[in-house]
């Protein structure tokens, strides 16, 4: 008896567990069309911590913004121009930079294309490392082409978490300034909803596979010299998930 009632209640829990996954299933993939899900993420990015930072990196104040390149595209005439994610970059440095002027950093293969962007948009003075073709490589090329401890790191809010990361492994703090992604989040359009919860999922992906297993093709610092930063790559570009 005491049997059959062990195995009734055996059966109640496998059932119950059954249709609590069951149903945390489904409402995961019904939030993945709404914004939920790629807030949820977000919100999860912010409460990460860094890496430990040098006592320097973490008294000072952001001295300079570094702008992550986003990838590049070509227009109807088949010219090489900015994608949007570069370009909503580009508008989110110039817009900080009016509000407080600082030196500009531009970080990727698309530095000479943002440079002109921000050029004709009246800001000069730029500093340009043109080498880096991943985030890690943005992070490290970066701290060899100027001495900084403390930035405002200007890249869309997913991808923030992983780029500040490597960013403190390389000695440098960082301030985030998000800036927007190409489409944006409606309840009433859940394809584009669907669009930021990939986003978002490819990002937890990158920054697990960073924490566990750093990225194989990220050059070390002395692998590209002084002169390979300042040259621009021509229309090498890397891709806005990297």
Request: hydrophobic share 45%.
């Amino acid at each position: 008896m005491r049997s059959a009632e062990r195995m009734i209640k055996l059966f109640r829990i496998i059932n119950i567990t059954f249709l609590l996954g069951s149903t945390t299933v489904i409402l995961v993939l019904i939030s993945l069309f709404t914004p939920l899900f790629s807030q949820a993420i977000v919100y999860l990015f912010t409460l990460l911590p860094l890496p430990s930072l040098p006592a320097a990196a973490l008294s000072s104040p952001p001295t300079a913004y570094v702008v992550l390149g986003g990838g590049l595209t070509n227009d109807h005439d088949n010219q090489i121009i900015l994608n949007s994610y570069s370009l909503n970059r580009a508008r989110t440095a110039a817009s900080a930079y009016h509000d407080l002027p600082l030196p500009i950093v531009l970080s990727g293969a698309e530095a000479p294309w943002l440079g002109q962007w921000l050029i004709e948009h009246g800001i000069d003075g730029l500093i340009s490392e043109n080498a880096s073709m991943n985030t890690c490589e943005n992070a490290r090329f970066t701290a060899k082409r100027i001495p900084l401890r403390h930035v405002y790191l200007i890249t869309d809010s997913y991808h923030m978490a992983r780029a500040r990361r490597q960013f403190a492994l390389n000695g440098i703090n960082s301030t985030p300034l998000s800036a927007p992604l190409p489409v944006s989040r409606d309840w009433m359009k859940p394809a584009q909803n669907l669009s930021h919860s990939r986003r978002a999922v490819y990002e937890v992906a990158a920054y697990l596979r960073d924490v566990i297993r750093p990225q194989m093709n990220c050059r070390h610092a002395n692998d590209v010299t002084s002169q390979q930063l300042l040259t621009p790559r021509g229309n090498a570009a890397k891709k806005p998930d990297e």
